[in-house]
């Protein structure tokens, strides 16, 4: 197998390990011989400086003896033979010989070059005579040529280093070989191997290309490893890929759940914006319908009073004023707090008396206390002022409504009303009563719109929780705060505290204006119902008005075209053609002779929407049905530059039979529709029945716990607002489980089936009733 490339640098790119393995080998062993090398020659040195010294000793030893006798005995070819021997020794350099025997001294070598590059050395040459004793006979100087050792020396290294090199290149070459054979290659394969993995190819275990061992080596546990790490990702791809099928199939399911849930949110959003023009629709018929006999109600009993009657007669007649104000009352609730949702606060800021507001509030309060047998008055404090700048008919609502609550949750006692200065322009207005009392953790809940303190509260007094969520929205409109402090059974104390600017100067009081103030006017009343003409028509008379009647909008038309009048009294709700179409017309039309008639709205739909409606339409101003005397006066004068508008509400009391009687629920929305409007729904209520509860059957199946409480929930409200309360109480408890993701009890379905036909048996029998005349 050739490891070795075409070329160095090929190698070097092709397998960079190896490279780097042999040129390290190469350095460490280059480096090691060259110091090997160099402790060599030093050894060398040391061991040619010692064989020198040994061959100075054997020279002093060996042969002066021989040479100095020679020299004794004048025996110069002896002499010259000995220095020879002398000179043939390795590194000498020359020798001289200075003797007095010879008249020259005797010279052998190349003394000359010697001088610059040998160590002389220098003996004494002495002879024992037998006779004479020891006698000098010259000296030896003796030259070591130190060029020669260091060549010697030099030539030694070199062979030494050349040796060692090429073994280390030997030695070089075959650990390449074999660290490429044994490992290089099999590690590149293990990272061709790696890459593969990276890239996907998880199906072919690695296997190297060499011979089995008995024992593992490093290399096989790498191969081992990485297999296993294969298997893994194997094993993690194949996970991984059930998840995402998993992933992808919980996302389909979860996307099937939200575009459930968008449905059952649009059908809810679709129900609640229905329910909320239902809202509207109702309270608009409701005011509609109920004014209108409530129009006749208090426009006889204004009549009434202009009669002659005796004591006992105009006792009863206050009577019955007193109770049908008090029924508007509440209606006043419900209309108001509607105004008050929609923000349309119509009330400015106004000059009025303070003690003068408080009369009247407590001279309407007088007859309700009375009744009960309650003590009511108030206490003024006397460094308050008796004129202020402020809301004056906010004011009023909020304390009618304190003082109405009070007396209405007293039995026994009193009520008292009681205003002291704050500071210089805010006043406190405290309502207390003797009344039960309320729990301090209801005193914040109490606020709440359509909330009492508990539901024993509202079935003992009644009333629609309005009131005091009124009063709040007021007092916050009106920059104020409000509070109660109140213990059970130790009674209650409202407040409320309010920035009002004293005034010097008494109010205008245009509202209280003479009958004999009022000049005779020519007024076409266009009204359709006959109740209402004969009322209306009563009141203006009374003032000394001229009335002509027109019972649609047509007529009107046709009799505005021939005669003008002073003033319009104009029905919003006219047959075949509604009050603002007719007054557009009127207005516009060039051959009418009342275009610059002021036109006055009489209508019992009032709510804030139909009220601006009616005076973008170019009327006048806005009297609500029932008509009051006092408001319908303010109106017309306001034909003349003043334009106040009243507040209407109104109640009927129809008393149900039958079936229909036995159900409280269905008895009042009977009363308050009618048994049209209550047939209506419980026809409608029939249809759905059906199909409701098989939804939430097959929901209850599916096991899906929004869906249930959805519907579960609004098959609840329903049933409970149409008087079936064991149907509502059965499908609540099935929404309270799908609320509290618990298990629903097997046998749920088949009471809501039972349920169902009860409820379906009950609707029939109702259904047929209400068909049936009376």
Same mark, same amino acid.
């Given at each position: 197998?050739?490891?070795?490339?075409?070329?160095?640098?090929?190698?070097?790119?092709?397998?960079?390990?190896?490279?780097?393995?042999?040129?390290?080998?190469?350095?460490?062993?280059?480096?090691?011989?060259?110091?090997?090398?160099?402790?060599?020659?030093?050894?060398?040195?040391?061991?040619?400086?010692?064989?020198?010294?040994?061959?100075?000793?054997?020279?002093?030893?060996?042969?002066?003896?021989?040479?100095?006798?020679?020299?004794?005995?004048?025996?110069?070819?002896?002499?010259?033979?000995?220095?020879?021997?002398?000179?043939?020794?390795?590194?000498?350099?020359?020798?001289?010989?200075?003797?007095?025997?010879?008249?020259?001294?005797?010279? =052998?070598?190349?003394?000359?070059?010697?001088?610059?590059?040998?160590?002389?050395?220098?003996?004494?040459?002495?002879?024992?005579?037998?006779?004479?004793?020891?006698?000098?006979?010259?000296?030896?100087?003796? #030259?070591?040529?130190?060029?020669?050792?260091?060549?010697?020396?030099?030539?030694?290294?070199?062979?030494?280093?050349?040796?060692?090199?090429?073994?280390?290149?030997?030695?070089?070459?075959?650990?390449?070989?074999?660290?490429?054979?044994?490992?290089?290659?099999?590690?590149?394969?293990?990272?061709?191997?790696?890459?593969?993995?990276?890239? !996907?190819?998880?199906?072919? +275990?690695?296997?190297?290309?060499?011979?089995?061992?008995?024992?593992?080596?490093?290399?096989?546990?790498?191969?081992?490893?990485?297999?296993?790490?294969?298997?893994?990702?194997?094993?993690?791809?194949?996970?991984?890929?059930?998840?995402?099928?998993?992933?992808?199939?919980?996302?389909?399911?979860?996307?099937?759940?939200?575009?459930?849930? /968008?449905?059952?949110?649009?059908?809810?959003?679709?129900?609640? *914006?229905?329910?909320?023009?239902?809202?509207?629709?109702?309270?608009?018929?409701?005011?509609?319908?109920?004014?209108?006999?409530?129009? %006749? =109600?208090?426009?006889?009993?204004?009549?009434?009073?202009?009669?002659?009657?005796?004591?006992?007669?105009?006792?009863?007649?206050?009577?019955?004023?007193?109770?049908?104000?008090?029924?508007?009352?509440?209606?006043?609730?419900?209309?108001?707090?509607?105004?008050?949702?929609?923000?349309?606060?119509?009330?400015?800021?106004?000059?009025?008396?303070?003690?003068?507001?408080?009369?009247?509030?407590?001279?309407?309060?007088?007859?309700?206390?009375?009744?009960?047998?309650? /003590?009511?008055?108030?206490?003024?404090?006397?460094?308050?002022?008796?004129?202020?700048?402020?809301?004056?008919?906010?004011?009023?609502?909020?304390?009618?409504?304190?003082?109405?609550?009070?007396?209405?949750?007293?039995?026994?006692?009193?009520?008292?009303?009681?205003?002291?200065?704050? /500071?210089?322009?805010?006043?406190?207005?405290?309502?207390?009563?003797?009344?039960? %009392?309320?729990?301090?953790?209801?005193?914040?809940?109490?606020?709440?719109?359509?909330?009492?303190?508990?539901?024993?509260?509202?079935?003992?007094?009644?009333?629609?929780?309005?009131?005091?969520?009124?009063?709040?929205?007021?007092?916050?409109?009106?920059?104020?705060?409000?509070?109660?402090?109140?213990? +059970?059974?130790?009674?209650?104390?409202? #407040?409320?505290?309010?920035?009002?600017?004293?005034?010097?100067?008494?109010?205008?009081?245009?509202? =209280?204006?003479?009958?004999?103030?009022?000049?005779?006017?020519?007024?076409?009343?266009?009204?359709?119902?006959?109740?209402?003409?004969?009322?209306?028509?009563?009141?203006? *008379?009374?003032? !000394?008005?001229?009335?002509?009647?027109?019972?649609?909008?047509?007529?009107?038309?046709?009799?505005?075209?021939?005669?003008?009048?002073?003033?319009?009294?104009?029905?919003?709700?006219?047959?075949?053609?509604?009050?603002?179409?007719?007054?557009?017309?009127?207005?516009?039309?060039?051959?009418?002779?009342?275009?610059?008639?002021?036109?006055?709205?009489?209508?019992?739909?009032?709510?804030?929407?139909?009220?601006?409606?009616?005076?973008?339409?170019?009327?006048?101003?806005?009297?609500?049905?029932?008509?009051?005397?006092?408001?319908?006066?303010?109106?017309?004068?306001?034909?003349?530059?003043?334009?106040?508008?009243?507040?209407?509400?109104?109640?009927?009391?129809?008393?149900?039979?039958?079936?229909?009687?036995?159900?409280?629920?269905?008895?009042?929305?009977?009363?308050?529709?009618?048994?049209?409007?209550?047939?209506?729904?419980?026809?409608?209520?029939?249809?759905?029945?059906?199909?409701?509860?098989?939804?939430?059957?097959?929901?209850?199946?599916?096991?899906?716990?929004?869906?249930?409480?959805?519907?579960?929930?609004?098959?609840?409200?329903?049933?409970?607002?149409? !008087?079936?309360?064991?149907?509502?109480?059965?499908?609540?408890?099935?929404?309270?489980?799908?609320?509290?993701?618990?298990?629903? +009890?097997?046998?749920?379905?088949?009471?809501?089936?039972?349920?169902?036909?009860?409820?379906?048996?009950?609707?029939?029998?109702?259904?047929?009733?209400?068909?049936? +005349?009376?």
């Amino acid at each position: 197998m050739n490891i070795m490339p075409r070329s160095l640098p090929n190698y070097r790119k092709a397998h960079p390990l190896g490279f780097r393995m042999f040129l390290m080998v190469l350095a460490c062993s280059l480096l090691f011989s060259l110091i090997s090398t160099c402790l060599q020659l030093y050894s060398d040195y040391h061991k040619e400086r010692n064989a020198i010294e040994e061959r100075l000793r054997l020279i002093e030893s060996g042969y002066l003896d021989s040479l100095s006798k020679s020299i004794w005995d004048l025996n110069i070819e002896q002499t010259r033979l000995q220095l020879k021997s002398i000179l043939d020794m390795p590194h000498m350099s020359s020798l001289r010989l200075e003797s007095d025997s010879f008249a020259q001294p005797l010279v =052998i070598g190349d003394h000359d070059q010697s001088q610059t590059s040998a160590i002389p050395y220098r003996f004494d040459l002495g002879y024992q005579s037998p006779t004479l004793g020891r006698q000098h006979i010259g000296s030896l100087a003796l #030259w070591v040529d130190e060029g020669s050792i260091r060549q010697q020396l030099l030539q030694g290294a070199m062979i030494t280093l050349f040796s060692y090199t090429l073994t280390i290149l030997a030695i070089a070459f075959s650990i390449m070989f074999l660290f490429q054979r044994l490992v290089t290659r099999h590690l590149e394969a293990m990272a061709r191997y790696v890459e593969q993995l990276g890239r !996907g190819h998880l199906d072919t +275990p690695l296997a190297l290309s060499r011979p089995e061992h008995r024992q593992q080596d490093e290399l096989d546990t790498v191969v081992s490893a990485l297999n296993n790490m294969r298997q893994a990702i194997r094993q993690d791809l194949e996970h991984g890929e059930q998840e995402r099928r998993q992933l992808k199939r919980h996302k389909q399911e979860l996307q099937a759940m939200v575009e459930k849930r /968008t449905r059952s949110l649009l059908r809810a959003k679709e129900a609640a *914006e229905s329910a909320n023009q239902a809202k509207s629709r109702f309270l608009e018929t409701m005011t509609h319908e109920i004014r209108t006999p409530m129009n %006749g =109600i208090l426009g006889t009993i204004q009549l009434l009073q202009h009669a002659r009657l005796n004591e006992t007669e105009r006792g009863y007649l206050h009577t019955l004023r007193q109770s049908s104000e008090h029924l508007l009352m509440q209606l006043n609730d419900v209309l108001d707090y509607a105004k008050l949702e929609q923000g349309m606060l119509s009330d400015e800021q106004v000059d009025f008396s303070l003690t003068g507001l408080v009369q009247d509030c407590m001279a309407l309060m007088q007859g309700y206390a009375q009744e009960k047998r309650l /003590t009511i008055d108030t206490e003024l404090a006397p460094e308050l002022h008796h004129y202020y700048r402020g809301y004056a008919g906010r004011l009023r609502q909020v304390l009618a409504n304190l003082l109405a609550n009070a007396i209405k949750f007293t039995e026994q006692g009193s009520v008292q009303l009681h205003i002291t200065l704050k /500071t210089h322009n805010r006043l406190r207005f405290t309502v207390h009563d003797t009344g039960i %009392g309320i729990p301090p953790e209801q005193q914040q809940r109490i606020f709440h719109r359509f909330t009492q303190a508990d539901e024993s509260v509202t079935r003992k007094y009644g009333g629609t929780g309005l009131g005091l969520a009124i009063c709040q929205t007021l007092v916050h409109a009106m920059g104020g705060t409000i509070g109660v402090n109140s213990s +059970p059974g130790q009674g209650s104390e409202f #407040w409320f505290e309010l920035p009002l600017k004293p005034v010097s100067s008494p109010p205008e009081r245009p509202e =209280i204006t003479p009958v004999e103030a009022i000049d005779s006017l020519s007024i076409l009343l266009v009204e359709d119902m006959p109740v209402n003409q004969q009322v209306i028509t009563g009141l203006l *008379e009374h003032d !000394g008005h001229l009335v002509c009647l027109a019972e649609d909008g047509e007529s009107a038309i046709a009799i505005t075209a021939q005669q003008s009048f002073d003033v319009i009294l104009m029905d919003m709700h006219l047959p075949r053609m509604d009050g603002i179409t007719v007054s557009r017309h009127i207005h516009d039309h060039p051959g009418q002779l009342n275009k610059d008639t002021p036109i006055i709205a009489i209508t019992a739909s009032v709510m804030p929407g139909d009220i601006k409606r009616y005076l973008d339409a170019g009327l006048q101003a806005v009297v609500a049905k029932p008509v009051h005397q006092q408001k319908l006066r303010q109106a017309l004068m306001g034909a003349c530059g003043t334009d106040p508008i009243g507040r209407p509400t109104a109640h009927p009391d129809l008393q149900p039979q039958g079936l229909l009687a036995e159900n409280p629920l269905l008895a009042k929305s009977s009363a308050i529709l009618g048994k049209h409007q209550v047939k209506t729904l419980l026809a409608r209520f029939r249809r759905q029945l059906p199909d409701d509860c098989r939804a939430l059957a097959e929901e209850m199946t599916a096991g899906d716990p929004y869906e249930i409480e959805q519907l579960a929930h609004r098959l609840a409200g329903a049933s409970a607002m149409l !008087g079936f309360a064991e149907f509502s109480r059965l499908v609540q408890q099935i929404e309270t489980h799908a609320h509290d993701q618990a298990h629903i +009890p097997a046998s749920l379905p088949g009471e809501l089936q039972d349920a169902m036909a009860g409820t379906l048996t009950q609707l029939d029998a109702l259904l047929t009733e209400l068909e049936q +005349p009376h």
